[in-house]
C-alpha cells in the first residue's frame, strides 16, 4: 500500500482556508463578482449580442441622403453626408467598403460622386445589419478581459504544472495580442442606432432575429419615460409607465439601475485590483530592498515610508481629484502611490527575518546573485501575510472610490459607479429607496466578502495553527 503524497505548503493552506465554510462563500461571491465585471458588457447591454435583421429602408434612407448632401458641398451637408455614409457602411462588407471609399475618391465632381453612389449602391433587396452590434461596440481592453479567464483556463488545462501567476501573465498578453488584432480586422464602429425601435419595427418582426443580453439596458442609456420608476416586480401591472422591465428600478434619469449596478462592479474591481496590485509591487521592491541590503538603505526606505504615512489619505486624493478632474486611472495611481506603506513595511520585516537563514547564504556559497536570491528564494518565502494585506486592501480601495463617487470626486460622469449611485437617490431617501438599497448592499456585500477572505487567509497562513 503505497503511502499518500504529502501535502504541498500551499495545499495545507488551502486545507484550511476550507475550514472556513464563511469565507469560502465569501471567496464564491468575490468571484461572482470579478466574473461580472469582467464580462459585464455581455450581461447588460442595448446592443444585441447577435442580430439578424434584413432591414432595407434604413440603408436606403442612409444613401438618399448621402447622395443629396454630397451634391450641396456646404460644411454642414458635408457632415450630414459623413454620417449618412456610416450608416451605410455598417451594412456593407469589407470588399463593398472598399469599393465605397474608392468611389469617393475616383469620382472628380459631387454630382458625378451623388450618381455613381445611387447606381451603385442604392437598389438593394436585401441589406444585413452589423450581425454582433455588442461585440462591434467594444474597444479594444474590453476585447481583451473577456478573452482573458478562457485564455488562462486553456494555458491551464494545457500546463498543469506551471505557476497560475505565469499563465495568468500569459493569458493577459495573448487576450491584449488578439484584442489588438480582431481591431485590426474589424475596427470598431460608433453605432448609434436605436436597436430598441428597429427591433419593435414591423419590418423586422417579420424576418429579423435578435439575441439580447440578460439585462438590455445600456450603461447610460436614458429612458426619459421610465425615469425615478420603482423596481418594476413592485409596481402593479395599471401603473407602470412603459413595457420596460426595471429589475431594481430607473435613476432619476431614466438608466436601468441594475445594468448599471453590473458596470459599477467593473469600476470597483479595477480600482482595488488594479491599485492593490501597484501598491504591492512599490511596497514589495521598496521593502524588499531595504531588508536585503539594510544599512543607510534600510534607513532611506523607512524615513520615506514615515513621510508618506503622515499624508491623510482621502484628503490627498480628493486634492489629486479637484485639480487634475475626476479620472479613474488618477484615483488608481493615488491610492497605490499613498498606500503601498503597509506591503513595505511587512516586506521589510519578512527580509530582515529570512536574510540570515541557512538557505541563503546555501545560494550565495553557490555564487547566486543578490537578485536571484531575492527573486527565487525570499519573496516567495514572505509571500504570506502580503496575500492578507492584499485582501484587505481590494476592500479599502472599493470603500474609498464607492465614498469619492458619493462626493463626486470618483470616477468622471457618466461613468456607473455604485456610489455614484448612491448619490443619485441622496436627496430623496425614502422616495427612491431602491437607490440607497440595492448599491450599498453591493458595496456591503463585497467588501464584507473581501474582509472574511482576508481574515480566513491570516488564521490558514499562521504557523501557530494546529493541524
Known sequence: MTEPRPLSYMEEVWREFRRHRLA????TVAAVVLLVALYCPLIANNRPLYLRAPIVSEYRDATAIAAEQLQLSTPESAHIAARSLGIMREHLSPPERRELEALLVTESTPSARADALMAKFFDRETVPVMRFPAFRALSRAELAALLLLPFFLLLRIGFKRRSNFALLIVAAVMSLAVAQALRVVYPDVQDTRSYRRLIASEEFARDGFALMAPVAYGENENLIADARTAPTWLVPDAKRRSGNWHWLGTDTNGRDV???MVYGARVSMLVGVLSVGLYTLIGMVLGSIAGFYGGWTDQAVSRLLEFVICFPVLMVILAVQAFLAPSLWNLILALALLWWTSVARL???EFLR?????????????GGSDLRIMALHLIPNSLAPILVVISFGI???IVVESALSFLGFGVPQPMASWGDLLNNGRNDVSGLWWLTIF???AIFLTVTCFNLVGEALRDA???RRTH
Not at 24 to 27: E, S, Y
Request: aromatic letters at 4%.
Open 354 to 366: 529570512l536574510a540570515d537563514a541557512e538557505f541563503v547564504h546555501a545560494v550565495r556559497a553557490l
Open 24 to 27: 469560502v462563500v465569501a471567496l
Open 461 to 463: 497562513l499562521d504557523p
Open 258 to 260: 441594475l445594468a448599471r
Open 395 to 397: 476592500a479599502g480601495s
Open 347 to 349: 516586506q521589510r520585516a
Open 439 to 441: 448599491p450599498g448592499l
